[in-house]
């Protein structure tokens, strides 16, 4: 194959469809992960982008090739393919670009028991393989079998969180023509006292609706339109593979990833005193105080989720969040899981006379500025020189664990980082209201944008 560092990235593969993504680089990479990861089979799954059917078929070929059994779920969100790969111990592949326009495409990889696969444990390993070309496997090649998890990822999501005893909720769900219009029915429509009011359940790759990224609050607008007016408990919204999930209350207003945090936190606490639970060094300062208040331990770590699987491996974490609503569960393999986040905020709503609004409001301590991107030309520059113009301030604290991160004496924080994929420089600002916090964004953004 040709370079292909171009579409490998930090934590999985992403191209555009089919310049730098296709069914043969596809056949290259299965081949080569088979290689890497080994074992008797692989569970494949893929999303409903038009390509994916093809591009998974073609990375089961380059698996078989090399004599190793693939078991195909078809059609998946992102967590199904984790319950496959942690129900039958299995590696994984799942198809999809997640919230990225239609004309992306790529492959989440994961080892048994959805271990997480990155650039240092294995993906730039894959990535060589590909590109130099798999040996021919001496031997004979491996088999296809179709096998249906959504019923299995279902159950066992319904075993972890019981809703059965709830209130009665009404909930309004956007889809986005992502997955969670295959997988919501299937887990949250049989025999609960929940009336679903779906919003783009239809799958649809080429996202006629709106882009299925719920980070970006226009495409929270009709979820929110939809729960005012149907006077619904809560909105939940998911992005294009379904394994975030975003939150909205009765009032039609976003409930900070930050927030649900705290709030699963707290439940995972109830069930285990004293457990360690993850969050990264983006997440609201609330939700390791709120750890601490229930008796719990806050780890903090890096962005990302290779990072945050591996904390919760040595740690033994109940649960981790993060604030781009990833939110990762022990129970669930350590994977992320947007669905089984939902159901806990559901559980909660559902035996609290509260609204939502009330309910997450004692979760959400501070005033936040959200992410603020800013395309520049040289990112370790720029850096720089809002660390220099940071640094030497009473009472300041200056941390690289991932970017910069900035704490003033008066509390108030700011963390700029690069991005992995693209020219920018990524800003999150939290402090103790709204004024102080777009005070010290623009105070930031003035260095950032020079």
Request: glycine share 10%.
């Amino acid at each position: 194959m040709a370079d292909l560092a171009s579409i490998f990235k930090a934590y999985d593969v992403r191209g555009v469809i089919p310049d730098t993504l296709n069914a043969d680089v596809a056949r290259a990479i299965g081949a080569a992960f088979a290689r890497v990861v080994g074992g008797p089979a692989v569970v494949v799954a893929h999303d409903m982008r038009p390509s994916s059917p093809e591009l998974a078929a073609a990375f089961a070929e380059g698996v078989t090739s090399q004599g190793i059994d693939v078991v195909s779920a078809g059609l998946g969100s992102t967590d199904l393919l984790y319950y496959g790969s942690g129900h039958l111990g299995l590696p994984g592949a799942m198809f999809t670009a997640s919230h990225n326009p239609a004309q992306y495409n790529g492959i989440k990889m994961c080892r048994a028991g959805a271990a997480p696969i990155s650039g240092d444990t294995g993906l730039e390993e894959i990535r060589r393989l590909a590109e130099e070309g798999v040996p021919a496997h001496d031997g004979p090649a491996g088999t296809v079998t179709e096998q249906d998890l959504l019923p299995g990822y279902a159950a066992y999501l319904r075993e972890l969180v019981d809703l059965s005893g709830i209130r009665p909720l009404k909930v309004v769900v956007d889809a986005g023509n992502g997955m969670g219009g295959h997988t919501v029915p299937a887990v949250l429509q049989k025999g609960l006292p929940l009336e679903v009011v779906p919003l783009y359940f239809e799958l649809d790759g080429t996202f006629p609706n709106h882009p299925a990224n719920p980070l970006d609050p226009d495409n929270l607008v009709d979820l929110q339109a939809k729960v005012r007016e149907t006077g619904a408990d809560i909105g939940l919204a998911f992005d294009g593979d379904a394994d975030r999930c975003f939150v909205i209350d009765e009032r039609g207003e976003a409930v900070p990833p930050s927030a649900i945090t705290a709030l699963v936190a707290v439940q995972e606490l109830a069930r285990e005193p004293g457990g360690t639970v993850i969050h990264n060094l983006i997440t609201s300062q609330a939700v390791p105080e709120i750890v601490r208040e229930h008796g719990g331990k806050p780890v903090r770590t890096r962005v990302g989720h290779s990072f945050i699987k591996a904390t919760m491996a040595e740690t033994g974490a109940v649960f981790g969040g993060e604030h781009s609503a990833h939110y990762y569960f022990r129970d669930f393999w350590r994977a992320d899981t947007g669905m089984l986040a939902a159901m806990h905020v559901l559980r909660v709503l559902g035996t609290d006379e509260r609204t939502l609004s009330q309910i997450t409001e004692e979760y959400s301590r501070y005033a936040s500025s959200g992410e603020i991107n800013s395309e520049v030309a040289d990112a370790p520059g720029r850096m720089a020189a809002v660390r220099e113009s940071f640094a030497g301030r009473d009472g300041a604290t200056v941390e690289e664990l991932d970017g910069l991160t900035v704490t003033l004496s008066d509390g108030s924080w700011f963390n700029l980082r690069a991005s992995n994929t693209e020219p920018l420089l990524r800003l999150n600002v939290e402090a103790a209201d709204d004024d102080a916090v777009a005070s010290l964004r623009d105070e930031v953004l003035a260095i950032v944008r020079a």
